[in-house]
């Protein structure tokens, strides 16, 4: 019977789907469930991996590292007015006249609001292309499991940036840092931490203390960081701590 089944789906014609905006959204659902959140003792392994899959991504549509690097990453997480810093920068950064891109996260009501081109969201139609280019591309990688939702949207707003030619590119952290979607970048320009509180505290840890490690796990080796003046001061000495950990010199851990 099985053998039948198999010869009938293959002389069943394959039903056409145009590449548009609503197919576009239909895809992308299938794919928000893919990946169940690791366990805690698999998460290093589960976050290399994951780092692995997007750059392979990447590649894939011709995306070099270098080519991310050029964009200058402003990464920004924290707990409360991470998604008003990214906003803030934005504009400011547009207003002196430079060119921008901005990935933040969630929408208000539609999904293309995420993906924002000198401040602007991109169109439904952008959108489908973009999607559809990266499916055509990634869909025929060995680790096609690990494309959820968020990777595909994440890999859309770096080709979309990559592609305007951005001055500077501003990514807004899903939850947490170290362990973050967002978290492949190896030289981002500025690393920001903004206001921290108890949140996610199933996945980040039930402390202030655990939270704020999580959030600096976005900190790279000899690059600035920022932090906000709401952070506590023994969470903002804490975070310094840390960013001396991964050899930023004290003077480029600043207040910002």
């Known amino acids: 019977m099985l053998k039948l089944a198999r010869k009938i789906a293959q002389k069943v014609p394959m039903v056409y789907q145009p590449k548009n905006y609503e ?15 690791a366990r805690p003792a698999n998460l290093v392994e589960f976050y290399a991996g994951r780092c692995k899959s997007i750059r392979s991504s990447l590649l894939a549509l011709d995306i070099k590292d270098s080519d991310i690097n050029d964009m200058h990453i402003i990464h920004v ?20 006249g430079y060119r921008t891109g901005m ?20 169109s439904q139609e952008y959108f489908a292309q973009l999607f559809w280019d990266v499916h055509s591309s990634i869909s025929r990688l060995d680790d096609s499991s690990m494309h959820t939702f968020l990777h ?33 970048f190896e030289k981002p320009a500025l690393s920001v931490v903004t206001h921290l509180d108890l949140e996610h ?4 840890g039930n402390t202030l203390e655990k939270i704020a490690w999580m959030k600096a796990g976005i900190f790279k080796v000899r690059l600035k960081i920022g932090l906000l003046s709401l952070v506590l001061p023994r969470l903002s000495q804490l975070i310094k701590q840390m960013a001396l950990c991964v050899c930023l010199s004290n003077r480029r851990a600043r207040l910002a």
């Open 23 to 37: 197919n576009a959204l239909k895809q992308l659902n299938t794919a928000i469930n893919k990946v169940t959140i």
């Open 77 to 96: 997480t924290g707990s409360k007015g991470k998604g008003s810093t990214c906003a803030t920068v934005e504009a400011v950064l547009r207003n002196l």
């Open 103 to 122: 990935l933040s996260s969630p929408h208000l009501i539609n999904v293309e609001e995420r993906i924002r081109i000198n401040g602007r969201p991109i």
């Open 152 to 184: 595909y949207i994440l890999v859309m707003a770096c080709k979309a940036f990559v592609a305007e030619k951005v001055d500077a590119a501003i990514f807004e952290v899903g939850i947490g840092g170290r362990y973050d979607h967002t978290n492949f």
């Open 201 to 204: 505290t199933d996945m980040l």
